[in-house]
């Protein structure tokens, strides 16, 4: 069965009014005006960075110059953030608007090709296992007709010839279609676990996720890891 791709055709041969019609509708966007916007704050961060560079901390006073440094970097670093938001906000909104009606007609599709890919795959895999088995009973009959003609050979005391097995082709691993489609075939070794318990320790891998939960929970030795204290800072700017 053959799709009718006209009407699709069709609407991407219209005129570029109609495709500027819906761009209308997105904000035009200047880097320029948002570089402008954070303008204001390049001489103050430089500034900050200066000082956090040159800063040594080795008693009370640099410690607490170091706090206020700190918290005014992260006093322009809030600060920041809010502002490219708000220049964002009505771009975001409108690109997730776009991807959420979008992807209802990719779900749908994907999963046609996912279904499909399937089908397909199950097909070339059954044909590539009858190829080998048509191969294997090709290898033996052709090993049952060499030792007979061995052995007729040996009574006879003659040299023997050599049966060599039919070569079985493979089938080809790519499929055209008339309109220019094309499907890759690619046969590859995978696993599943049956046995989590059988499965050797050189496959295992730790679980840091599950550690950092246990020492959360108050744990303190594991064989195998060391559970050490750590020294960490956080600024608050209220």
């Given at each position: 069965m053959s799709l009718d791709f006209?009407?699709?055709?069709?609407?991407?041969?219209?005129?570029?009014k109609q495709k500027s019609k819906s761009l209308a509708l997105v904000?035009?966007?200047?880097?320029?005006?948002?570089?402008?916007?954070?303008?204001?704050?390049?001489?103050?961060?430089?500034?900050?960075?200066?000082?956090?560079?040159?800063?040594?901390?080795?008693?009370?006073?640099?410690?607490?110059?170091?706090?206020?440094?700190?918290?005014?970097a992260k006093k322009l670093y809030n600060e920041i953030e809010k502002k490219r938001k708000e220049i964002t906000e009505d771009s975001n909104t409108f690109v997730k608007s776009v991807n959420?009606?979008?992807?209802?007609?990719?779900v749908r599709l994907k999963d046609i090709e996912t279904n499909l890919k399937q089908k397909i795959?199950?097909?070339?895999?059954?044909?590539?296992?009858?190829?080998?088995?048509?191969?294997?009973?090709?290898?033996?009959?052709?090993a049952k007709l060499q030792k007979r003609l061995d052995e007729e050979?040996?009574?006879?005391?003659?040299?023997?010839p050599v049966v060599s097995a039919p070569v079985i082709p493979k089938a080809d691993k790519v499929t055209r279609t008339e309109d220019g489609g094309r499907s890759f075939q690619k046969m590859k070794w995978t696993f599943e676990i049956l046995d989590e318990g059988r499965v050797p320790r050189e496959y295992c891998q730790v679980n840091p996720s599950a550690?950092?939960?246990?020492?959360?929970?108050?744990?303190?030795?594991?064989?195998?890891?060391?559970i050490f204290e750590e020294s960490s800072t956080v600024f608050r700017t209220s």
């Open positions: 006209s009407q699709v055709a069709e609407s991407k041969a219209k005129p570029k904000p035009k966007l200047d880097i320029r005006k948002a570089q402008a916007q954070f303008a204001e704050y390049s001489k103050a961060i430089d500034g900050v960075v200066e000082e956090a560079q040159a800063l040594q901390v080795i008693d009370d006073p640099s410690n607490k110059l170091a706090v206020t440094i700190g918290t005014q959420n009606f979008a992807k209802d007609f990719t795959s199950n097909y070339q895999y059954k044909q590539e296992m009858a190829r080998r088995e048509a191969e294997r009973m090709a290898r033996e009959e052709a050979a040996r009574k006879k005391h003659i040299e023997a550690i950092r939960q246990a020492i959360t929970m108050g744990v303190r030795e594991i064989l195998g890891v060391r």
